[in-house]
C-alpha cells in the first residue's frame, strides 16, 4: 500500500512538472523555460544552434530565415505546424500555442545568433 502511494505521487508530481514545461499556459511561458524545452525535445534534433542537419543552407540563422522568407513568427508556425518536404509536421503533436512559442523563441534566438 505504501509503494502504491509513493508511486502515485510521484507520477502526480511528475505530470504536473511535464504540464508546466509543456502544457498550455501562455502566461508561464514567458516566465519559464518552456520555448527552450519544447525546442529541445521536437527541434534541437535536426536544429541544434540553429543549424540544419538535412539540408544546411536551410538552417535557423537570421540570414536564412530571412532569405526563405521565414522571418516572422506567423512563417515559422505555418512550417513547425503544416512541415514541409523533409521536416515533419508537428500539429496534433503541439498545441497551437507550443508551436507559437517555438517560432517566437526560434526568432528571438536567429536575432541573438543562437
Known sequence: ????????????????LSTLLL???????LQSDRPSAIFSNYCASCHLGGGNIVIEDKNLHSSALSKYH???IDA???????????????????????????????????????
Open 70 to 72: 521565414m522571418d516572422s
Open 1 to 16: 500500500m505504501r509503494k502504491s502511494l509513493t508511486f502515485l505521487l510521484l507520477a502526480l508530481v511528475q505530470l504536473g
Open 76 to 114: 515559422i508556425a505555418c512550417q513547425v505546424k503544416h512541415g514541409k518536404k523533409a521536416m515533419p509536421a508537428f500539429k496534433g503533436r503541439l498545441s497551437d500555442s507550443q508551436i507559437e512559442e517555438v517560432a517566437a523563441y526560434v526568432l528571438k534566438q536567429a536575432k541573438k545568433g543562437w
Open 23 to 29: 502544457g498550455n499556459f501562455p502566461a508561464l511561458a
